[in-house]
C-alpha cells in the first residue's frame, strides 16, 4: 500500500504526546509500556491507556481497556463510551491531524479530556468497565435502531411508489410502533386497498 504523501509521522507524535499526558504518570501512576513513532502505551496494574495516530486516516484515537477484555476480544473503550460514563458532552467531530499544529492542539485537547474524564470516573473499579458495557450496549442498539428505520423508511417508500401494498403492509407490520403518520397512513390505505381486492 502506497503511503500518503504530505505530512510525515516522526518523533513529533510521541514527544507530543509524553508532554501533555505526563500527568498519567505524575498523578496516576502509570508507566509506559510502549513507545512507537504513532503508539504509545501507558498501564497501570491490569488497566491499558493507549493514543494512536492512523499514519492513513490521519485520526487520533484514545483507548482504555482491561488486560483481561482485551484477552477475551473485548474492543477497547473509546470517548464514545468514556464520556457519556464520565458525565461529558459527546464529542462532536473526530480527531484528524494532518500537520504538526493541529497535531499539538488536538493531542492536547486529547489530554485535557481523559484529565477530565479521570477525574469524575475510576478506571480501577470493576462497575466501570460494567458501566462501559452498558452505554457500548446502548450505542449499538442506537445505531442498529437507526439503520433498521432508515431501511423501513426506503423500503416503504419504494413499495408505495410501486403500489406493492401487500408488500408495504408486512413491511409496516413489523415495526407497526415505530411508524410516522405518514407511514401509518400509508400503512391504513394499503390495508384497504388490499381489502378492496379481496
Not at 504513532?38 to 488497566?47: A, D, L, P, R, S
Not at 484528524?96 to 485535557?112: D, F, P, V, Y
Not at 406493492?164 to 407511514?183: A, F, H, M, P, S
Request: proline share 2%; charged share 30%.
Amino acid at each position: 500500500m502506497k503511503e500518503r504523501k504530505g505530512f510525515q509521522m516522526s518523533s513529533t507524535f510521541t514527544s507530543i504526546v509524553q508532554e501533555n499526558f505526563s500527568f498519567l504518570v505524575d498523578e496516576f501512576c502509570f508507566q509506559i509500556e510502549m513507545i512507537e513513532e504513532i503508539h504509545v502505551v501507558w498501564k497501570k496494574g491490569n488497566i491499558y491507556i493507549e493514543i494512536l495516530h492512523n499514519k492513513y486516516s490521519y485520526e487520533i484515537s484514545l483507548l482504555i481497556y482491561r488486560c483481561e477484555d482485551y484477552r477475551l476480544g473485548i474492543v477497547p473503550y473509546s470517548f464514545d463510551e468514556l464520556l457519556p460514563c464520565a458525565k461529558l458532552a459527546p464529542l462532536t467531530s473526530s480527531f484528524q491531524a494532518s500537520n504538526n499544529e493541529r497535531l499539538t492542539m488536538l493531542i492536547s485537547k486529547i489530554s485535557s479530556l481523559l484529565k477530565d474524564i479521570l477525574a469524575k470516573i475510576d478506571v480501577f473499579d470493576h462497575n466501570t468497565f460494567d458501566v462501559l458495557a452498558s452505554i457500548r450496549k446502548k450505542n449499538c442498539n442506537e445505531y442498529k435502531n437507526k439503520i433498521d428505520r432508515r431501511y423501513l423508511f426506503e423500503q416503504g417508500n419504494i413499495l408505495w411508489k410501486e403500489k406493492e401494498y401487500k408488500q408495504l403492509v408486512l413491511l409496516y407490520q413489523k415495526d407497526i410502533d415505530i411508524l410516522t403518520d405518514n407511514e401509518r397512513k400509508r400503512y391504513e390505505y394499503a390495508l384497504c386497498q388490499l381489502n378492496k381486492n379481496n
